[in-house]
Nanobody, 118 residues
Framework: QVQLVESGGGLVQAGGSLRLSCEAS????????IGWYRQAPGMQRDLVAS???????NYADSVKGRFTISRDNAKNTVYLQMNSLKPEDTAVYYC????????????WGQGTQVTVSL
């Protein structure tokens, strides 16, 4: 199995920056795509950004140009650098990984709160 632990959330003023980290453990060599989703109260969980095993990123339109996803396979860690934060970025951010063990599976972290104030 794969386990994911997020860190780096917090409270920041609009226009500020935060960096989220997600460290994977377990069958990390089987991880393919890994990324970040977010869920605001009363809303569905949506993709923010993801990155393939070879480092190709994918971003939601709402964060393009502001957020950068990166991956350090040696450290089994994925990062989300968030710049120019807006109040609408406020949400719980979840790390997600797709991996293969007997069949394709998905793992989720516990989530980390990001709050952007005016």
């Amino acid at each position: 199995q794969v386990q994911l632990v997020e860190s780096g959330g917090g409270l920041v003023q609009a226009g500020g920056s935060l960096r989220l980290s997600c460290e994977a453990s377990g069958r990390t060599s089987s991880i393919n795509d890994i990324g970040w989703y977010r869920q605001a109260p009363g809303m569905q969980r949506d993709l923010v950004a993801s990155i393939t095993k070879d480092g190709t990123p994918n971003y939601a339109d709402s964060v393009k140009g502001r957020f950068t996803i990166s991956r350090d396979n040696a450290k089994n860690t994925v990062y989300l650098q968030m710049n120019s934060l807006k109040p609408e970025d406020t949400a719980v951010y979840y790390c997600n990984a797709f991996y293969f063990f007997l069949w394709q599976r998905t793992a989720w972290g516990q989530g980390t709160q990001v709050t952007v104030s005016l």
